[in-house]
């Protein structure tokens, strides 16, 4: 079996316990107005990957991740290629490996086959890092182009599971910068009992050039970040100081 893969980052320090190897996998159905990959859009714009090669390139760079450390898949979305990652995290998994995935949750379902492979996957998956893209569901399908219902679903089930997550929020000025709905996240985050961080993303629009590059219009290209003051106010609002499991 073999995956569509964008890119591989030998060293990170931000996506999941420790040192982390990461994989970003091509392809995504969302098209966030804030993405700054939009060339990990399309699926078969990667490079083409058997598992023995990604493991064999992670397993090189071991000695890096410390007691935390392991491997993460990003994107992209790794989720739309779920069985080529059940195939690869049940190789990690087999190594010792701590394996985390970095998802959007877009492709959710409960129903039939995707959610039996679903299943599967969690059984070889430590930790999962989750985005909240929008609180509020129009403005979510603005936002993303998809609904946040199954996402929520998603955020549900791994609940009911007791698997645990990391929650991550972009802080987007006029969109997702709003202290009405960031309090309604926050009361989403308190249903949830498996959350062992909460970060706040700022807004960037260092993906500019990649869409001039892409001739893809990019909506926000005139935004500027926001302030400290703002950042330090949704922080306070999905009270991050009060997950301190994974706090540096």
């Not at 023995?52 to 990003?74: H, I, P, Q, R």
């Not at 603005?142 to 997550?165: C, H, S, V, W």
């Not at 050039?209 to 926000?220: E, P």
Request: aromatic share 12%; glycine share 8%; charged share 25%.
């Amino acid at each position: 079996m073999q995956g569509y893969i964008h890119q591989l980052e030998s060293f990170g320090c931000a996506d999941g316990p420790g040192s982390r190897f990461i994989i970003f996998f091509s392809g995504c159905p969302l098209r966030c107005l804030y993405c700054h990959n939009p060339d990990t859009w399309k699926m078969t714009d990667g490079k083409l990957y058997t598992v023995e090669e990604l493991v064999n390139e992670a397993m090189s760079c071991k000695e890096y991740w410390g007691k935390k450390g392991g491997v993460t898949v990003s994107g992209g979305e790794p989720l739309f290629q779920i069985d080529f990652l059940i195939e690869l995290f049940t190789a990690f998994k087999k190594l010792g490996v701590n394996t985390c995935i970095d998802t959007s949750g877009a492709p959710f379902t409960m129903e039939g086959e995707w959610f039996e492979k679903f299943q599967r996957l969690m059984e070889v998956t430590d930790i999962l890092l989750m985005d909240i893209k929008h609180i509020n569901e129009e403005e979510h399908i603005k936002l993303t182009g998809k609904t946040g219902k199954n996402i929520r679903e998603m955020f549900a089930y791994l609940d009911k599971i007791n698997k645990p997550i990391w929650i991550r929020h972009v802080l987007v000025p006029g969109i997702t910068d709003n202290d009405e709905y960031l309090t309604q996240t926050r009361d989403f985050i308190r249903t949830l009992h498996n959350v062992e961080r909460v970060e706040i993303l700022p807004y960037h629009g260092l993906g500019a050039m990649k869409y001039k590059d892409l001739g893809i219009d990019y909506v926000l290209k005139d935004l500027e970040s926001p302030t400290l003051e703002r950042v330090a106010n949704a922080r306070k609002i999905l009270e991050c100081d009060k997950y301190t499991k994974w706090q540096a």
